[in-house]
């Protein structure tokens, strides 16, 4: 398994971020989440309303991480979304906004493109339609132990060690969440398989 920072690290790939637009429009998928989750769209950047929703450039640019590590055949491939979001309204404590940017868009938008998907998060997953575990606690040293081993193309976690809620859930604990994942990753993700993520900075 390769470990990649997701938004640092120059990702080598026949896909490109026009791919994911083209992909994006031809199955309708902006559109498709529009009609299920009526609420504000942005394209980008931040309002004057002190509630951001959803955002178009967010999510194209998270498919254009993963599509880039899968490639064309990405209608095959296993992608584990870990700490993915949740629903319902959270805080961001860096904007001191309240915001349902961090609801699990990219497993949903997964979900729409037909390209396997499973979210793990600890907060509320219940009417999700993408395959998923809510109101799991990934802190552990066999928190995945359910998973198969290789049977992930790419796990992807992003903004999640950096998250309010890991640093309530991991006090007092000497070991960091990146160390309780990645022996299991090795396990569980494909040797040619990727792991992305944002690492707490
Ligand atoms: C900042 S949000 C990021 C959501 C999404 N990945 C994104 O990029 O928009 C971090 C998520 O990680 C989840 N999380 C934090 N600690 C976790 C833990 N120990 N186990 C499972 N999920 C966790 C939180 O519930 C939250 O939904």
Known sequence: MKTLNAYGDKIKSDWNHTMTLDLVKECNLIKKLKEKYPLTWRIGGLGNENTIIADEFHINSQL???????????RNKTILDLGCGSNGDSFDNKISLKTRSFEPW???????????????????LDNEKFEHCGYFN???????????DSSVDV????LLYSS????????????SLHEYLLPQLERIVKPEGFFVYTPNT
């Open 164 to 175: 309010p809620q890991l640093e309530k859930l991991n006090r007092g604990n000497s070991k």
């Open 138 to 148: 990934l802190l552990g040293p066999d928190s995945l132990g359910f998973l198969q």
């Open 64 to 74: 254009t991480t993963i599509l880039s590590l899968i490639g064309k055949e990405f």
């Open 155 to 158: 796990a992807h976690a992003r």
């Open 106 to 124: 990219l497993c949903r938008a997964l979900y729409e493109l037909n390209i396997k998907c499973m979210g793990i998060d600890c907060g509320d």
